[in-house]
Nanobody, 115 residues
Framework: QVQLVESGGGLVQAGGSLRLSCAASGRIFSGNTMGWYRQVPGKQRELVAT???????NYADDVKGRFTISRDNAKNTVYLQMNSLKLEDTAVYYC?????????WGQGTQVTVSS
């Protein structure tokens, strides 16, 4: 089993910044992909950003240039630096790790952007 614990969510004003962290524990296989997804009530969960063990970040179009995903393989931790936050960024953000065809999800952390 793999467990993911997220932190860093909260309330921030539009234009502000927030950094999310997600630490994975358990049996972590090499060659995995970690990422962030977000979801609002009544809508599908959508990809925000992913990053492979060796790098290669991938971003949704609407966060490119504003968000930066990174990871620390030694700590099995993935980060999401969110800058220039917009009201539409408000969502529950979920950490994900994908390896060997299996997906594991964190519990989600609320990000609320206010005016």
């Amino acid at each position: 089993q793999v467990q993911l614990v997220e932190s860093g969510g909260g309330l921030v004003q539009a234009g502000g910044s927030l950094r999310l962290s997600c630490a994975a524990s358990g049996r972590i296989f090499s060659g995995n992909t970690m990422g962030w997804y977000r979801q609002v009530p009544g809508k599908q969960r959508e990809l925000v950003a992913t990053i492979r063990t060796g790098g290669s970040p991938n971003y949704a179009d609407d966060v490119k240039g504003r968000f930066t995903i990174s990871r620390d393989n030694a700590k099995n931790t993935v980060y999401l630096q969110m800058n220039s936050l917009k009201l539409e960024d408000t969502a529950v953000y979920y950490c994900n790790i994908r390896s060997l065809g299996l997906d594991y999800w964190g519990q989600g952390t609320q990000v609320t952007v206010s005016s």
